[in-house]
């Protein structure tokens, strides 16, 4: 498991068959690009999946004010709120009618609401080692074509992250109960 941001950027620049670097800011063509491109990578890798280790809980208060037309309430979201995954009300019900304008939830939910999201998670201590791969691809396709100039590498890195990203997301998945599924009307129709 990669324990830190550069030993990931690492694993990248080694796929690519470029030199390490030691530090975001070692002077190197390498290490800027991988300062510039760490934040967005990062942040695409965990918005794509509700991470085990990228999720966290909040209740969130009304602010003042409600939205100016659909929505009775408006809701700040956190600020490292990457991606929701359940809206939940004050009765613990889910919320099935929502939607997210700017920073903020809207939804007819009277306060408090509570959410599931995806949280910017920024220490690499706390990423799964398969996370960490896919990161790692996902940053070796983004550098290859500005590090060797070939469209060809960042394709064949991109498809590389495609098949981590696929392990990572499967494995990440199975760690946990899933949410029961009850029988609703729509389920238990008889078609007619």
Same mark, same amino acid.
């Given at each position: 498991?990669?324990?830190?941001?550069?030993?990931?950027?690492?694993?990248?620049?080694?796929?690519?068959?470029?030199?390490?670097?030691?530090?975001?800011?070692?002077?190197?063509?390498?290490?800027?690009?991988?300062?510039?491109?760490?934040?967005?990578? !990062?942040?695409?890798? +965990?918005? %794509?999946?509700?991470?085990?280790?990228? @999720? *966290?809980? #909040?209740?969130?208060?009304?602010?003042? /004010?409600?939205?100016?037309?659909?929505?009775?309430?408006?809701?700040?979201?956190?600020?490292?709120?990457?991606?929701?995954?359940?809206?939940?009300?004050?009765?613990?019900?889910?919320?099935?009618?929502?939607?997210?304008?700017?920073?903020?939830?809207?939804?007819?939910?009277?306060?408090?609401?509570?959410?599931?999201?995806?949280?910017?998670?920024?220490?690499?201590? !706390?990423?799964?080692? +398969?996370? %960490?791969?896919?990161?790692?691809?996902? @940053? *070796?396709? #983004?550098?290859?074509?500005?590090?060797? /100039?070939?469209?060809?590498?960042?394709?064949?890195?991109?498809?590389?992250?495609?098949?981590?990203?696929?392990?990572?997301?499967?494995?990440?998945?199975?760690?946990?109960?899933?949410?029961?599924?009850?029988?609703?009307?729509?389920?238990?129709?008889?078609?007619?």
């Amino acid at each position: 498991m990669a324990t830190s941001v550069i030993e990931i950027c690492n694993n990248a620049l080694q796929d690519l068959g470029e030199e390490p670097i030691t530090t975001f800011s070692d002077g190197s063509k390498a290490a800027r690009l991988c300062a510039q491109r760490w934040p967005s990578v !990062r942040d695409a890798v +965990l918005r %794509s999946h509700p991470w085990n280790c990228a @999720m *966290a809980q #909040a209740d969130l208060p009304a602010n003042q /004010g409600a939205p100016l037309w659909k929505w009775a309430c408006r809701y700040e979201l956190p600020a490292d709120f990457l991606r929701i995954v359940r809206v939940v009300s004050a009765v613990q019900q889910t919320v099935h009618e929502w939607e997210i304008q700017g920073r903020h939830i809207l939804c007819d939910e009277a306060a408090p609401l509570f959410i599931a999201y995806v949280r910017r998670e920024t220490d690499p201590q !706390r990423y799964d080692a +398969l996370l %960490s791969e896919a990161l790692a691809a996902r @940053m *070796a396709s #983004a550098l290859a074509y500005p590090l060797t /100039g070939s469209t060809s590498l960042a394709q064949a890195h991109w498809d590389v992250y495609g098949r981590k990203l696929l392990e990572a997301r499967g494995v990440d998945a199975r760690e946990g109960v899933p949410e029961s599924v009850t029988a609703n009307a729509w389920l238990t129709a008889k078609m007619g």
